[in-house]
C-alpha cells in the first residue's frame, strides 16, 4: 500500500519532526497536521520550531517549515484540540497520534508514537482506555538529533509499509535510538497493561513461559526503562517465578520504586547465559 495522505496529530517534539521527515517521501501527496497550541520559547530547545515562529499556532508555522523545503506535498493545518469522534478530520490513509498526552483510543488512530527512555514506541492497538491520563514525560534528556532519528525511523515505516503489518496485528513495537551502537538482542515483546483496572499481558501471553523457565535456572536482572539508561533495577532470584501472578508481583515491585506509570513494553534480552529484562514505560512523551 502507498500512503498517499497521512493526519499526524500533535505536533510538539516528536511530531513536528515525524511530519518533516514525512514531507520527504515520495508519494506522500497530502499531510494533514493537527494541534490546538503554539510554538513557546521553552519549546525550541528540542523540536523542529524557530525563533521566528514563537507565539505562532505549531500548524501555521510547522507548514511553512515545510514548505520552505517541499512545494509538491499539500499541508493542511487544523488548529484544535482532537478528539477522537468529534474532531473532524479529512479521510486519509493513515492517522498518526505523536500528543505528548496519554489520550483513550478507540478505532480511528492508527498509530500511537512515543518515546521512553532512548526507544521509540509504535502502539498500533485498538480501543485503549487509561484509567489516569498522563501528560508525557521525558525519562532522560533527548537531542534534536535523536528525535530526528526516531522520526526518520517512522518514515522507513511507512514507506517499507511495515506500519501496515503492525496496523492488522495491532502491534506494539519499539525501535531502539542507539540501533547503531547497539546489536538488538531481544528476544520478544510483551506488554503489560493495567490501565483498566485489571493487570493483564498483552502480545501472545505464552510468551511469558520462557522467562519463568530462565528464571528456574537464573537469576533475572530487571530494569526500569533501558539497560542502558536504567531509572532503576532489580534481581529476580532464581526459582521465585512460577506463575504470571508472581511475575507481575515481582516486576510491580520494580516499578513501584519510581515510577507512576501503568503501562509498559516489557523487553527480553538473553546475551549468553544472562537474562535481562526491560521494563520501558508508556511515558506519552511526544
Known sequence: MIYKSI??????????????????LEGI???VIVDHDTVEKRNLKNSIYRQIDIGIPKVEALADIISEKN???EILGIQTKYIEGETKIPETDLILDCRDYTYDRQ????ARLYISSRYLIVDCRKNVNYKIPQVGKYL????KDDLRYAASTVSMLVHSNTIKSLINNQAVQKYELDYVKHIDKSMYDIVYDNVIESEKFINL?????PILDMNKRKDIQVFL??????VAERMIPKKSLTSSKDLII??????NLQCEFNNFVISVFQDGSDVFVELIPETGAA
Open 225 to 230: 526503562g533501558s539497560r542502558v539508561f536504567p
Open 29 to 31: 501527496e497530502k499531510l
Open 205 to 209: 501471553p505464552d510468551k511469558i513461559v
Open 140 to 143: 532522560i534528556e533527548l537531542t
Open 7 to 24: 493526519v499526524v496529530i500533535g505536533l510538539g517534539t516528536l511530531g513536528g519532526f515525524v511530519v518533516d521527515a514525512l514531507s520527504t
Open 107 to 110: 478505532n480511528k488512530i492508527d
Open 250 to 255: 515481582n516486576l510491580a515491585s520494580v516499578i
Open 71 to 73: 512545494h509538491e506535498t
